[in-house]
């Protein structure tokens, strides 16, 4: 590790909600702004129902924080396709964050037929070229941490490459923006013309081919909804949402989060995965410029894996939370 590193630790979720009344507070904000280089959101529960006066923290640090790319790696030595066929997969997804029709803009209004339901859908040029940007220089910096590993035991083997995702033969004014724009991105940067291959991707045949040839896919940038379902869709590919990290990434900082839930039924057993968590962990140090000590703990998850000896129950596995852990921190 090129630095010793401090931890402090902060409140936020439903638990803090229903004893304080806010669910993401000013002091958790005040410390990641003005004490802290990234952070690592746990896994917090949500109510499955409407609860006056609460609101995600995920989705509000995302907006305080300005964190306008999730960024989640689908990654696999020997992943299983809709075929039955054993892949290589090494897959990120950038969503972009901040927009689409997660900006919860929905009204409900009474006609001659009955109820009817309207959503606002965002989709800007500011918002797009941003998430575009992201995929095109991510898609570089995994390219160059490529080169620090062997040429056979690179699972990518290929020039870098961004798959555009849209829908704009039926969304042609909202996805037909976010298309153009993050065309535009890639045409007016001499370096992403010369060092990434592009190609698009209707939405729907996205999702098929994602899961017929997984392999084919190095960088995927999609808008907020779609990345949404491409991204937990994908999980199914690598065997369990506890192996999927991601990212939340803006200019100036991060926040690494594991893509699953809580899972309250199994709390407190030391049965829950933790590879999404230290993965998420790595995902911090790479973009915090811990390059280095990012790529080794990648690689000793991808050797605990491989070698199927420590699972935990989700993977058909009897290990423990404590025995997986252990066994990635052999490897470093």
């Known amino acids: 590790m090129p630095a010793r590193l401090s931890f402090l630790d902060l409140d936020a979720g439903f638990e803090y909600f229903q004893k304080h009344g806010v669910a993401l507070p000013e002091q958790t904000l005040a410390a990641l702004k003005g004490d802290c280089d990234g952070a690592l959101f746990g896994a917090v529960s949500s109510p499955s129902h409407k609860v006056a006066g609460y609101s995600s923290p995920i989705v509000g ?3 305080k924080m300005d964190l306008y790319a999730n960024v989640r790696p689908v990654i696999s030595g020997a992943a299983a396709t809709a075929s039955g066929e054993k892949r290589a997969i090494d897959m990120l997804i950038i969503r972009e964050n901040t927009e689409c029709l997660y900006i919860k803009e929905e009204e409900l209004h009474e006609g001659a037929d009955g109820k009817y339901a309207i959503a606002k859908r965002r989709i800007s040029e500011f918002a797009s070229r941003r998430a575009g940007e992201m ?3 991510m898609a570089l910096q995994r390219d160059r941490m490529r080169q620090q590993v062997v040429a056979s035991e690179r699972t990518w083997k290929g020039r870098p490459k961004v798959t555009i995702v849209h829908k704009s033969n039926v969304l042609s004014v909202t996805d037909g923006l976010w298309r153009e724009t993050v065309r535009g991105v890639y045409a007016g940067n001499a370096e992403y013309r010369e060092g990434v291959d592009i190609e698009e991707q209707l939405v729907d045949s996205m999702v098929y081919r994602m899961f017929r040839e997984p ?3 190095d960088v995927v940038v999609a808008p907020n909804m779609y990345g949404d379902i491409i991204s937990d869709g994908a999980a199914a590919l690598v065997g369990s949402l506890g192996l999927v990290p991601s990212a939340n990434v803006g200019d100036s900082f991060v926040v690494g989060e594991p893509v699953h839930g809580s899972a309250p039924d199994i709390a407190g057993k030391n049965i829950a995965n933790p590879i999404a968590a230290i993965r998420s962990a790595a995902m911090l140090l790479e973009r915090t410029g811990y390059a280095s000590a990012a ?13 199927g000896q420590t699972k935990t129950p989700d993977l058909g596995g009897r290990s423990t939370t404590s025995e997986v852990t252990e066994a990635v921190c052999r490897l470093l």
């Open 61 to 63: 640090l995302r907006k």
């Open 135 to 137: 995929a095109f220089s």
């Open 215 to 217: 392999e084919a896919f």
């Open 295 to 307: 790529l080794a703990i990648y690689r000793a998850v991808d050797k605990v894996l491989e070698a």
